[in-house]
């Protein structure tokens, strides 16, 4: 079945970077985009990001624009977040999560952040 | 930037219709989908290209949309609909997604 494994919690100093990973399961890892979304404690969901699996083109929101990067391995169909720069204000859950490549895939029920991972917590604290 | 405008809580009494709205100038363009969130569980999509229901979806949930407003709407509410209710879109012009800000749904 679909599963989007995510990478543990992590604790990190400010001013250092991280790295988080994605590991899906069970579809065609091509066929689908990967977007990141975050959630710092007691606000809202935070869109970060999105990598096509297929050819590896990115977006990314303005405020991470020069300290976010996304990748990802077709091999193993795991897609990476790195955040550098690190602050207080990173701290949140990660989560990673698909949307259908509609120029590849047709269907009347394909629809956008399906499946999620489980969430990633990171804590940013001196 | 991208943004999405939502009210903070919207509160109905169980069995009312329950409406929450989303705005941003983006939604002209794209088509928005609404996330349910409850404590501690990630988000579940309740309606997808502005007013289409995932499979096994229940028929409470419906969704409409007209320029730049959205609107979920949920019908003869329920205890159990008590959650955080997101839209999201990604405006076309620089593929910059976004979430509103969220709402509270409280049903008492």
């Known amino acids: 079945q679909v599963q989007l494994v995510q990478s543990g919690a992590e604790v990190k100093k400010p001013g250092a970077s991280l790295r988080l990973s994605c590991a899906t399961f069970?579809?065609?890892?091509?066929?689908?985009?990967i977007h990141w979304v975050r959630q710092a404690p007691g606000k809202g969901l935070e869109w970060m990001g999105i990598?096509?699996?297929?050819?590896?083109?990115?977006a990314f929101a303005q405020k991470f624009q020069g300290r976010i990067t996304l990748t990802r391995d077709s091999s193993t169909s795991t897609v990476y977040m790195d955040l550098s720069g690190l602050g207080s204000d990173d701290t949140a859950l990660y989560f990673c999560?698909?949307?259908?490549?509609?120029?590849?895939?047709?269907?009347?029920?394909?629809?956008?952040?399906?499946?999620w991972g489980q969430g990633t917590p990171v804590t940013v604290s001196s | 930037s991208h943004e999405l405008t939502q009210p903070p809580s919207v509160s109905v009494s169980p069995g009312q219709t329950a409406r929450i709205t989303c705005s941003g100038d983006?939604?002209?363009?794209?088509?928005v989908s609404w996330y349910q969130q409850t404590p501690g569980q990630a988000p579940v999509v309740v309606i997808f290209?502005?007013?289409k229901r995932p499979p096994g979806m229940s028929q409470r949930f419906s969704g409409s949309a007209s320029g730049t407003l959205a609107t979920l709407i949920i019908s003869t509410t329920q205890v159990e609909d008590e959650a955080d209710y997101y839209c999201?879109?990604?405006?076309?012009?620089?593929?910059?997604?976004?979430f509103g800000g969220g709402t509270r749904l409280t049903v008492l």
């Open positions: 999201f879109s990604i405006d076309v012009n620089n593929e910059q997604g976004a």
């Open positions: 983006a939604l002209s363009k794209r088509f």
């Open positions: 990598i096509n699996s297929n050819d590896g083109t990115k």
């Open positions: 069970g579809y065609t890892f091509s066929h689908y985009f």
């Open positions: 290209e502005d007013n």
């Open positions: 999560t698909r949307e259908p490549d509609y120029k590849i895939l047709t269907g009347e029920f394909l629809y956008p952040f399906d499946y």
